[in-house]
């Protein structure tokens, strides 16, 4: 008798409850603290995808970059899409930076980071060429 006393008394506070207490947003809380919900970058993405459109890429690379909340070397997929099915020469650059800025790097990683600089390099990109120079003096 009192459990089901209980029970009604639960329900009924947590009706009421309900009924007036501003209701709590978990998108918007979501929203506020990742820095927006944008369909564009959707788009954006999948323009990157199907098309190799290097507008939308850009704007993905430096989205992320700009972003404090994620982490940086999370454009790694988008680089090497562009750099490998579309061979954006810039991309090569993104790919060995964005896999320069993991953690903890392997020598088998650093060996495909310095492939895509070296890559790069090959098709004139000029940021390839100056890193690769200056690993060279490091040496």
Do not use: W
């Not at 290097?54 to 404090?68: C, M, Q």
């Not at 790097?105 to 000029?126: F, H, P, Q």
């Amino acid at each position: 008798m009192k459990t089901k006393i209980s029970l009604i008394v639960f329900a009924v506070v947590s009706f009421l409850l309900g009924m007036f207490l501003p209701p709590y947003d978990c998108l918007q809380c979501y929203v506020d603290n990742i820095g927006g919900l944008n369909s564009a970058s959707y788009d954006e993405k999948k323009a990157i995808e199907e098309k190799g459109d290097v507008n939308a890429y850009i704007h993905v690379r430096d989205s992320i970059i700009k972003t404090p909340n994620i982490v940086h070397c999370n454009y790694f997929y988008y680089a090497l899409l562009m750099a490998t099915e579309y061979n954006d020469k810039p991309a090569n650059y993104d790919v060995y930076s964005s896999l320069k800025l993991a953690q903890s790097i392997s020598e088998r990683t650093n060996a495909i980071a310095l492939y895509y600089l070296k890559r790069g390099a090959s098709y004139g990109d000029k940021k390839c060429i100056i890193e690769l120079a200056k690993l060279s003096a490091r040496k």
